[in-house]
C-alpha cells in the first residue's frame, strides 16, 4: 500500500471514531432525557362487575291505532269545513255540514204523516171498540165487526211505518253533520265547500288518532331465541329519534306476532307510547331498544377505552408498577352507555380511559388518576382506597 492510501484510510478511520462517538454521546443524552421526563398523566378506571340487562336496538316505525276515511252517509252538498287542517280535534266535533234544507223538509213531511197515522189510529181504534158493542147486540154482522178490527190494525201498522220513516229523516238529518269519531289529529281537507259529496263513496278527509300510537318493529330469529321474555308483553322499551345515541322516551310492548315473516326471517313487534303532546305522528321512524338479554357479572368500560389493531381489539391496563400494557378484548353490546367486554379483563383492572395518546410504546411508565368508569357516577371512597398504592 503507497503513502497516498495509507494517509486516506487513516482519515476515514479518525472520522468514523468521531461519528460513532457523537453518536454515542448523543444517545446517552437522550436516554438520560427520557429519565428526566415526568410520567404522562392518564385516567384510569377500575373495571368492576355488575348484574345488567342486555338491550338491543331497531328500526321501527309509528303509527295510529286508529285511521279513519271520513265519507258521508247521506249525498248534498258541503255547507261548512268546521275545522283546520292538521289541527287536533276531539271525538264528537262537527267537521264538515253538508246542506241540511232537503233533509229537514223531509223530517217535517215525517213527522205529518206521523201525525196522521196515529189520527187514523185513534178513529179505527173507536170504530174497532164501537164495532164489538154492537155486535154484542147484535146489531151488526159479525163480518163487519172483523172489518173495523182489521181496520184498527193497519192503522197501527201505518203509524209503525211513519214512525220508522221519521226515524229514518232524523237520522239523515243528524248525518249531515259528519262528525270525528275519535279523537285525534286531521289530514287536509278533500273536499272543499260547496261540492257535491256522494253518500259513502266521496272521500272527506283522514283522520288519525295520536294519543297513544303504536310503535312495530321486527326482529331477527336469533335474537328472538334469546329474548328472556319469549311471548310476554309489558316489556319496557326505549325509543329515540333522528340519529343521536340517546332514547329518553319509553314505551311498553303489548303485542309480539304470532309467525315469523316468511320473506324476511322476522317476527314483528309492537310497544305503545303515550303522546299526549302530539310529539309523535304515525309513519315516523324511530330508534327502538329491547331488553334481549340478561348478563350476570358482566365487566363493563368505557367505550373511549378500546383501540384497535387491524382486526382486534385491545385496551391498555396498568400493573403494580402503574405501567401501560396491552391488552386484547372481546366486545359485545353497549349498556347505559358503556362497552360490555365479554373476555379479556377481570374485575379489579385498572384501565386507561382517557390520555391514550400520551401512551408511546406499550409498557411506560404513567401516572395514574383515578375516575368513575361512568362519568355521570363518582367514584366510590371503597375502589379509591382500594386500589390506592
Not at 328500526?59 to 261548512?80: C, F, H, K, N
Not at 259529496?197 to 294519543?211: F, G, M
Not at 326482529?219 to 332514547?247: C, I, K, M
Request: charged fraction near 25%; include cysteine; proline fraction near 5%.
Amino acid at each position: 500500500m503507497n503513502k497516498h492510501a495509507l494517509n486516506a484510510f487513516a482519515r476515514a478511520s479518525a472520522a468514523s471514531m468521531l461519528l460513532l462517538l457523537l453518536v454515542g454521546c448523543e444517545a446517552s443524552g437522550d436516554q438520560a432525557a427520557n429519565q428526566d421526563m415526568p410520567a404522562p398523566e392518564v385516567d384510569v378506571a377500575v373495571a368492576q362487575p355488575r348484574d345488567v340487562t342486555l338491550w338491543d336496538s331497531f328500526t321501527g316505525r309509528m303509527a295510529a291505532p286508529e285511521t279513519v276515511a271520513l265519507r258521508p252517509r247521506v249525498s248534498g252538498y258541503i255547507d261548512q269545513v268546521a275545522f283546520e287542517e292538521g289541527e287536533l280535534v276531539q271525538q264528537g266535533e262537527v267537521l264538515f255540514v253538508i246542506d241540511q234544507r232537503p233533509y229537514q223538509a223531509r223530517l217535517q213531511m215525517a213527522r205529518a204523516e206521523v201525525a196522521r197515522a196515529r189520527s187514523q189510529v185513534t178513529l179505527a181504534a173507536r170504530e174497532a171498540q164501537r164495532a164489538e158493542q154492537l155486535w154484542e147486540r147484535r146489531a151488526i154482522s159479525r163480518e163487519e165487526m172483523e172489518q173495523r178490527s182489521a181496520a184498527h190494525t193497519m192503522a197501527q201498522a201505518a203509524l209503525a211505518s211513519a214512525a220508522a220513516a221519521q226515524d229514518n229523516a232524523e237520522l239523515d238529518l243528524a248525518y249531515t253533520e259528519v262528525k270525528a269519531p275519535v279523537s285525534g289529529r286531521m289530514g287536509r281537507a278533500e273536499i272543499t265547500k260547496g261540492n257535491l259529496a256522494t253518500a259513502d263513496a266521496t272521500l272527506l278527509a283522514t283522520l288519525v288518532s295520536v294519543d297513544p300510537l303504536y310503535v312495530y318493529f321486527e326482529s331477527d330469529q336469533q335474537t328472538v331465541e334469546a329474548n328472556p321474555h319469549g311471548e310476554e308483553v309489558a316489556v319496557p322499551v326505549r325509543l329515540g329519534l333522528g340519529s343521536g345515541d340517546d332514547f329518553p322516551f319509553s314505551g311498553e310492548l303489548d303485542f309480539v306476532d304470532n309467525q315469523f315473516n316468511p320473506g324476511t326471517g322476522t317476527l314483528q313487534y309492537r310497544a305503545v307510547i303515550a303522546n299526549p303532546q302530539g310529539r309523535f305522528r304515525p309513519g315516523q321512524f324511530a330508534r327502538v331498544q329491547m331488553p334481549v338479554a340478561a348478563a350476570s357479572k358482566a365487566i363493563l368500560i368505557d367505550q373511549k377505552a378500546v383501540l384497535t389493531d387491524q382486526d382486534r381489539r385491545y385496551v391498555y391496563v396498568l400493573d403494580e408498577q402503574d405501567r401501560a400494557t396491552r391488552r386484547f378484548v372481546e366486545t359485545g353490546r353497549r349498556v347505559d352507555g358503556l362497552l360490555v367486554i365479554s373476555g379479556g379483563l377481570q374485575a379489579g383492572d385498572r384501565v386507561v380511559v382517557n390520555g391514550l395518546q400520551k401512551i408511546l410504546y406499550p409498557g411506560i411508565a404513567v401516572a395514574p388518576q383515578l375516575v368513575a368508569m361512568d362519568r355521570s357516577q363518582p367514584v366510590s371512597n371503597e375502589i379509591a382506597a382500594r386500589t390506592a398504592f
